[in-house]
Each structure stands twice: as structure tokens, then as C-alpha cells.
């Protein structure tokens, strides 16, 4: 009988099929081996700024001293001593608004910005800067004894904070707690003449402003911020970390003035207009109750209150703000090496860093947002031109109806309207970024200028009208800066050209 029963035939694999085998089980080892020893890279790179080689003084201004623990970062903020860097209206060269806009040179006749408005430079270069500037006044020969206020330096170097808590250690020895030291020490340093100080202040902006060297946190190390929330009802010890990456800046880039109070002891105060709130309405209202003012115009009369860098401020009703977004996202943005995460310390327009700033949320390409950027700050560029126009052209008409024989009780009420709106212009023209932080804000604060600066020259072509005056006033020529600087010198040595017929 046979087996008829079907028996499965197991064939031998070819020599060259094992051997292909065995190498890929070979590579797929090495991979996994590879992947583990990144893994185990990544995760030691991830704990090395934990492992810091030094303690830092509480009071180190010496960036590099830090920067021997953080590599990363302070290799990333040494690059902002490049300063040719440029954006359409902006960048780190060092280029004077003066010369671009002789506007300027009559809005702020009689005051140090006519004479030297140079565009800021960085961080790196604050105390460089400060140094130069035509605005501070230095002792000379015939002049030996120069006072300038020491509070001047106040955003210019964490030597400044260093500086504060000496003086605070000095009023209160059994104090410890650095920030409460630096409140104590404030009013003296503020106080102090400018020149004197000099001497200790040679770091630029740095570290020891935003890092509490203990523990690298974010902090508050200058007292008017934390005096100006104070003001305004809040704490500002209870905003989380994503409030911090926008508050440490605003230590420096808010609208501030010095408030000198005999009864309190304070000279050249550092002090936030803030006791009406952020708004450029709610700090006109405190200037004119406080009677504010930087300087009297020598064309007009007007008490100009010149406004600093309100950036925070208007970055506030911003839709970035809104979202939650911060002023180190964009000008600090995070980068990757590695296994760390960290933050960017080239502070920079994000237009200069699109890439890493900008094309995070928006998915466009560079060309598109760098363009959308640059369409949005051209129409505020347009804007701010027609205040200004606006502007000079009050303050000429004021020297007219001067001219005419008007009465400075006449005039009081057109020179408020005519300080109104010069301080809603400057407000918008001294923040950073074009208006780009608040388009919607800096459009509408730019249209209520031009409104008060309107309605003011009518007022006074009803004024000149009324003295028997019926031609129009002639203007002086200002279309360059040579020019511009002529007449608002002519202004201040009282023989201004005539401008009534």
C-alpha cells in the first residue's frame, strides 16, 4: 500500500539571505544603541545649567562673571555688539532721527532731543551711549561743578541696582533681603549727580536687571515698577512667569518722569505716571494735576511734557498682549541646542529673527509677514508725519498770535490743547516698533493729536483774526535740520523772524 499523504518541504535559506539577516539585525542594534546614547546626551545636556560652577554675589554686575556658568546665553547676547543692523524703521545702527525728520529739531526746541536723538544702539552699548550723548551736561573749564541727575542711569547698567543696595546697606546695615535693600538705597542714588557716578557704572545692561543670581528666576530689581503697580492697586509679586517675560522689561521701556518732593526727601524720583492707570489719557490727566512739566517751548510757550518709550504700555492693548503673548516671544524668542531649551539673549526686532519669532504662530512665509510688518508701521510713519506737521505749525501760529499782541490768559487754554498734543504724538513717535505693538491704539492716539493740534490753530487763526490780523502767519522754513536748528535758536535768543505781515 502506498503513502499518498502530502509532506511539506522546508527549503534551506541561500547563504546570501542570512548574511543580509544578520546585518540588519546588526544595524537596527547599532541604531537602537545610537538613539539611547542621544537619549542619554540629551538628558545630561538638559542638567548642565543646574550644575553651576560658581556662586554668583548677589550683587554681580559683571555679565561675563554669569556667563562663565551660562555659555549659551551670554554667547547669544555678546552678538548684539553687531549694531549695523537694520530693519525699514529700525535696527542697531546708530543713525540720528534728527537728520531724518527736522520736525523734530522745532518740537522739541529748547530741550536736549533737539540737539542729539540718536536711534539706540542695544543693551551692549547702553552705557556706551549714555556717555556720548550730546543731551548730558559734562563740566567744563568755566563750568567745573555740573549737576545731572544720577537717576539717568537707572536702565543703563546692573551696576545700578548694585549700586542702590550699597546705599540701602548704608541706611539699614541689619538688612539682608537684596530687593528691599535696593528699595532703600533708591532715593540717595537718584539723588546723586550723574558725574559722580559715573565711576561705578561701567556694565551695560545685563543679567543681575531680570536674574536673581540664586535661583536665575525672573525678578524686579529697579523700585519704580514695583512703585507704579503700587499705584495702580496691584502686587506685583503675584503675576506668573509668562507676565514676567514682558514685566522685566518694563523696569525700563514704560513713559516715566523724576519727581522732585522736598517733604519726602526725594529728588529727580524715578516715578510711573500710573495713579490713573496705563492709558495716554489717564497719564495726561496726572501730569496736569501734578503740573508737569520737562520744559516750556521757546516758539510757543507751551509746558511740553516730553514722553519717554511707553512701550509696554501700548503693547498692553495690543492683540499680542491679549494672547498672551510676551515681549521676550518675539524680541527673545526661545531656541534649541541639543537637548536644551533656552532663551535667545541677542535681544533684536523679530523682524531681523523672523524665523524663530514671528513663524512660530503665523505659517506664512518670511517675505509675506515681514511685509504685512512693514505695511502696518508705514501707515502709523504717515500718521505720526501729519501730527508733526500739524504740530509745528501750532506752535508757529501761537508765536503769531504772540505776535498780534494776545494775552498769555487768551492763550492758556489753545497752549493745553497744543500740550495735549504733543505728548498723544509723542507718545506713539518715542515708543519702539513703529506703532506695531497697538496699530489700532497707535492710529487712534496719532488722530486725536492731529484733532487737538487742528483745533487749536483754529482757535488761534480766530485769535489773530480778532487782533486785526486777516493774512495768514508765514512760517519759517524748516524742511532740513540746519534750517530747523537756525529758527528754533532764533526762538531762544528772543529775536525770532517775523511772521505776521
Known amino acids: 500500500m502506498t503513502d499518498t499523504t502530502d509532506s511539506t518541504t522546508i527549503k534551506k535559506l541561500p547563504g546570501w539571505a542570512c548574511g543580509l539577516i544578520v546585518l540588519l539585525v546588526a544595524g537596527i542594534v547599532a541604531l537602537v544603541g545610537l538613539m539611547a546614547t542621544s537619549i542619554v546626551e ?39 555688539t553687531v549694531d549695523d543692523t537694520r ?18 529739531v522745532i518740537l522739541f526746541a529748547g530741550y536736549g532731543f533737539s540737539k542729539d536723538f540718536l536711534q539706540a544702539r542695544g543693551h551692549i552699548y547702553a552705557v556706551d551711549d549714555i556717555n556720548k550723548t550730546k543731551r548730558v551736561k559734562h563740566p567744563t573749564a568755566e ?47 537718584y539723588g546723586t549727580n550723574w558725574h559722580e557716578l559715573k565711576k561705578d557704572v561701567k556694565h551695560p545692561i545685563g543679567c543681575l536687571d531680570c536674574h536673581d543670581p540664586k535661583t536665575m528666576k525672573l525678578r524686579i530689581s529697579r523700585p519704580a515698577l514695583r512703585e507704579g503697580f503700587e499705584a495702580m492697586g496691584k502686587d506685583i509679586d503675584k503675576v506668573s512667569h509668562q507676565e514676567m517675560r514682558s514685566l522685566v522689561c518694563a523696569q525700563c521701556h514704560v513713559e516715566y518722569y523724576f519727581k522732585t518732593d522736598k517733604d519726602a526727601g526725594k529728588k529727580h ?34 509746558e511740553v511734557i516730553k514722553c519717554q518709550h511707553p512701550d509696554w504700555e501700548m503693547y498692553k492693548t495690543g492683540v499680542h498682549h491679549y494672547r498672551k503673548v510676551s515681549c521676550a516671544d518675539c524680541h527673545m524668542p526661545y531656541r534649541s541646542q541639543g537637548g536644551m531649551k533656552y532663551t535667545d539673549h541677542h535681544v533684536q526686532s523679530p523682524l531681523l529673527n523672523i524665523e524663530n519669532s514671528c513663524a512660530v504662530c503665523h505659517r506664512w512665509s518670511e517675505a509675506e509677514l515681514k511685509s504685512r510688518v512693514e505695511t502696518i508701521q ?29 494775552t498769555d490768559t487768551e492763550l492758556a487754554p489753545i497752549r493745553k490743547l497744543i500740550r495735549h498734543a504733543q505728548f498723544r504724538w509723542d507718545y506713539v513717535a518715542a515708543n519702539n516698533g513703529m506703532g506695531f505693538h497697538s496699530p489700532q491704539e497707535a492710529m487712534r492716539i496719532l488722530g486725536d493729536s492731529i484733532n487737538d493740534a487742528q483745533t487749536a490753530r483754529i482757535h488761534l487763526a480766530r485769535l489773530i483774526g480778532s487782533k486785526g490780523v486777516t493774512a495768514p502767519p508765514k512760517h519759517p522754513d524748516v524742511s532740513d535740520r540746519e534750517k530747523a536748528m537756525a529758527t528754533a535758536k532764533s ?11
Open 269 to 302: 524720583y524715578l516715578t510711573f505716571p500710573w495713579n490713573k492707570g496705563t492709558s495716554v489719557e489717564g497719564m495726561i490727566e496726572y501730569y496736569d494735576n501734578a503740573g508737569v512739566k520737562d520744559y516750556v517751548h521757546p516758539i510757543s510757550k507751551v
Open 143 to 189: 563750568k567745573p561743578d555740573v549737576y545731572y541727575p544720577g537717576t539717568c542711569w537707572t536702565c543703563k547698567s546692573p551696576d545700578v541696582p548694585r549700586m542702590m543696595g550699597k546705599f540701602g546697606k548704608e541706611a539699614d546695615p541689619k538688612e539682608t533681603d537684596p530687593i528691599k535693600l535696593i528699595g532703600l538705597g533708591a532715593k540717595k542714588f
Open 87 to 104: 530693519t525699514k524703521y529700525g535696527g542697531g545702527f546708530p543713525r540720528d532721527y534728527l537728520d531724518a525728520d527736522p520736525r523734530q
Open 378 to 406: 508705514t501707515k502709523v510713519a504717515n500718521a505720526r508725519i501729519k501730527a508733526e506737521d500739524a504740530l509745528v505749525a501750532a506752535h508757529f501760529d501761537v508765536a503769531a498770535a504772540m505776535e498780534a499782541k494776545a
Open 491 to 501: 526762538f531762544q535768543a528772543g529775536t525770532p523772524p517775523k511772521l505776521l505781515p
Open 42 to 80: 540629551r538628558r545630561w545636556e538638559a542638567q548642565q545649567p543646574i550644575l553651576v560652577s560658581q556662586t554668583i554675589d548677589q550683587f554681580e554686575s559683571d555679565n561675563s562673571v554669569w556667563g562663565a556658568d551660562y555659555p549659551r546665553e551670554f554667547d547669544a547676547y555678546k552678538k548684539m
